[in-house]
């Protein structure tokens, strides 16, 4: 089951929303909704969070994120739909459920900080527990422990207003990990901070979800940011949900205007992985092949190289053409002793780490899974031309179809 | 040859009114009366009990401690100078005045304004009343006063108290009104209760403010010594009353100018504590 599921939700703000919610079934847009006095926040959005996920929720100003997420603990109350946190619908919670669902499964991060300026960092970082009635030498014990993970040793006592931007922000969420919840909403929680230090809160956020098993709904309106951080984007549009998926789908196969404007200003060697540009290797040599097979499985496909696996796609290494030229010479009975140590790379590589292996070896790089299984093959090409083909160069790959063989590159780079 | 229209009786209705109210309720307001001034007169006898040099002092070292080394100096200086005016028993009755009063507005005054501030049906009543209590002339108040209350310092300083609360009401909705959105909502994010949401993070970060409602309604309470003498509250509002009276300027002066010299002791002291607590720690 899925940690947070979404169905259906609607947010109407506004003096009468059951009138709203009539003329949103009957499709009229936000527009006309709006000349009623109402607004509408966001309107039927359904999407699931599953546990240990972090999910992006992306869009423009104004697109409903906040709405959405305020929903999540109920800061705003939703005008219709569902909510379901660990199967329970928190939207028909009491006043005593919605309390403890504050309290114990669900906290926030805010994106102007929102510390209090009158308590120090470790009375900030410990109020969540304050909150539940924690004795204070465990509460103080406990925002300790969440500000170290956060990297603020040392800045116990200090005054909020003592700290930079950033070391405000990891107050902020020391606060909100110090309670354990399961559940981390995130508010736009990096916008406020400069590209730098941005950066950095990232990649700790995604370490510290990688350790502590969090289920983040992570807002931003910064489509580098939902690349970097999300397993799932959801990306919004005047309230609803225009795009649902990984962020591979979600460059890959746009899924209409909107979502194809966003995505135009992508970097994309930083978020397209090995797996994109990833092609069948279509031969391969065996350890116990002799010498004059493989320079025929060479010479066949035009290679300079071949990938060795075992039996079981077990990738073992490379043969390169010389080595197997030699080896027929001194009539060598099988490849077995010629194998060279290869770099591997695993499918969800980003592709700037990838171009950076390829930088360091001669032959075509080898994809392989967890236990080390070849899945496929990268090259040269295959890389270049899938960042020529991304929406970002102008008039992409003029051959559209991306195969290159290895060889044609290994020909080159061996002029 | 003019049609004259009936005068509105608005002063004989409120005189029947107040009639009626002192008629039925006045034994438990004298009763109040009574109580109030006992501790008016204990508080009084144990200031002026200590001698005046220890009591300077204690008040001295006070204002150095909270509000710097300047402040004690004049507090020292100012409080001798009034002494050898031999205006100290005066000092002594006019300052319990003020702190009755304003101890009784601050507890009328705090949480009125915190529900004006978190109500907003109670602060569209609240609101236009302070306005009213504010602009009636102080002087209106005592002529009811004294029917209710008697003579003498406990009507001087229940009219004391209506004019001198309305700062503190207003700002302490005002301070509660501008805490920042995003903290009072990371207050419920967490879960917490309307009560500590009020404890922990609306009053702390009012408090500047509210000090400062707070400062007024000590400025407004002294204003009304010379107002509340004219109904036998005594102290220095008496020694001025007495001169305007006789007409002896210089009696007025030395009066006055304590009067002065205690206002500025109570604004600068109260001012500090505002700025020192803690939500100041913001700016
Ligand atoms: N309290 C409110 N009252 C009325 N309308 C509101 C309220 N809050 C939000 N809205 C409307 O709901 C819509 C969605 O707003 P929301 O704040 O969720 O957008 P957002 O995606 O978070 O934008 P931003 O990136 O600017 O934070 C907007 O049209 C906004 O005007
Ligand atoms: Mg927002």
Redesign the pocket.
């Known amino acids: 089951m899925a940690k947070i599921q979404v169905e259906h939700l609607t947010?109407i703000?506004?003096p009468r929303p059951q009138q709203a919610l009539r003329m949103l079934d009957k499709g009229a847009s936000?527009q006309e909704i709006?000349e009623t006095g109402n607004?509408?926040?966001?309107a039927d959005v359904s999407f699931e969070v599953e546990e240990g996920e972090l999910l992006v929720v992306m869009?423009?100003?104004?697109?409903?994120?906040?709405?959405?997420?305020?929903c999540l603990n109920r800061l705003?109350s939703s005008t219709r739909g569902h909510i379901r946190i660990d199967g329970e619908d928190i939207t028909r919670y009491d006043r005593e459920q919605l309390l403890a669902l504050r309290r114990r499964k669900v906290s926030m991060v805010f994106?102007h900080f929102a510390l209090f300026p009158y308590r120090t960092v470790t009375d900030n970082a410990a109020y969540g527990l304050e909150i539940q009635g924690v004795e204070q030498d465990e509460r103080r014990a406990r925002a300790i422990e969440a500000l170290e993970l956060v990297g603020l040793k040392g800045w116990e006592d200090s005054y909020p207003r003592q700290l930079s931007g950033g070391m405000q922000q990891r107050v902020g969420l020391a606060r909100a990990l110090a309670v354990k919840s399961d559940i981390l909403l995130m508010?736009?929680a990096f916008s406020a901070l400069d590209p730098l230090i941005r950066r950095d809160m990232q990649h700790e956020l995604v370490s510290l979800q990688r350790r502590m098993k969090k289920t983040i709904v992570f807002?931003t309106?910064d489509l580098d940011e939902a690349l970097q951080l999300g397993d799932r984007i959801v990306l919004?549009k005047?309230?609803r949900v225009v795009q649902f998926g990984t962020p591979e789908e979600i460059l890959n196969s746009p899924a209409n205007a909107y979502v194809e404007r966003f995505v135009e200003n992508v970097d994309m060697s930083r978020v397209l992985t090995a797996s994109s540009v990833l092609h069948r290797a279509r031969v391969v040599a065996f350890p116990q092949d002799g010498p004059r097979t493989v320079l025929y499985k060479m010479n066949e496909e035009n290679y300079t190289s071949l990938l060795v696996v075992e039996r079981d796609y077990t990738l073992r290494g490379t043969i390169s053409l010389e080595a197997a030229v030699e080896a027929a010479r001194h009539g060598k009975k099988t490849i077995e002793n010629l194998i060279e140590e290869t770099p591997v790379i695993g499918p969800d590589d980003p592709l700037m780490s990838v171009i950076n292996t390829l930088a360091g070896w001669r032959y075509v790089l080898p994809v392989t899974d967890p236990d080390g299984k070849l899945l496929g093959i990268v090259t040269r090409t295959g890389v270049i031309s899938a960042l020529a083909e991304s929406p970002q160069g102008e008039g992409a790959a003029e051959g559209g179809e991306p195969v290159i063989d290895a060889a044609a590159v290994e020909g080159s780079e061996h002029a | 040859m003019n049609v004259m229209i009936p005068k509105f009786p608005l002063a004989h209705l409120i005189d029947v009114a107040l009639n009626w109210l002192t008629t039925h309720f006045a034994f438990l307001t004298k009763a109040m009366s009574h109580g109030v001034s006992l501790v008016i007169v204990g508080i009084t006898d144990g200031l002026l009990w200590l001698p005046p040099w220890l009591l300077i002092a204690a008040v001295s070292l006070a204002g150095w401690r909270v509000a710097g080394r300047r402040v004690g100096i004049f507090c020292a200086l100012g409080l001798l100078f009034v002494w050898d005016l031999r205006l100290w028993e005066a000092t002594v009755e006019t300052f319990t005045l003020v702190l009755i009063s304003t101890l009784i507005a601050v507890m009328i005054g705090l949480p009125l304004g915190i529900a004006a501030a978190l109500n907003s049906r109670i602060s569209r009543v609240v609101m236009p009343v302070l306005d009213f209590m504010q602009t009636m002339p102080a002087f209106v108040y005592l002529i009811p006063a004294i029917p209710f209350f008697g003579l003498g310092a406990v009507s001087a300083s229940v009219a004391t108290v209506i004019f001198a609360t309305p700062p503190t009401i207003r700002l302490t909705a005002l301070g509660i009104g501008q805490v920042p959105a995003d903290l009072t909502e990371a207050a419920d994010a967490f879960g917490s209760t309307r009560r500590q949401k009020l404890l922990k993070v609306q009053l702390p970060m009012a408090m500047p403010t509210i000090m400062a409602g707070i400062n007024q309604t000590i400025m407004l309470s002294l204003s009304m010594v010379v107002i509340a003498a004219m109904i036998g509250a005594g102290g220095l509002g008496g020694n001025v009353w007495q001169a305007i009276q006789r007409l002896e300027p210089g009696k007025g002066f030395e009066a006055g100018i304590a009067i002065v010299i205690l206002a500025m002791i109570l604004d600068r002291i109260t001012q500090r504590i505002g700025r020192n607590s803690p939500a100041t720690h913001a700016k």
């Open positions: 947010k703000f506004g936000n709006r607004a509408v926040g966001i869009g423009l100003s104004g697109s409903g994120k906040s709405t959405l997420i305020r705003n994106q508010d736009e807002i309106h919004m005047d309230g």
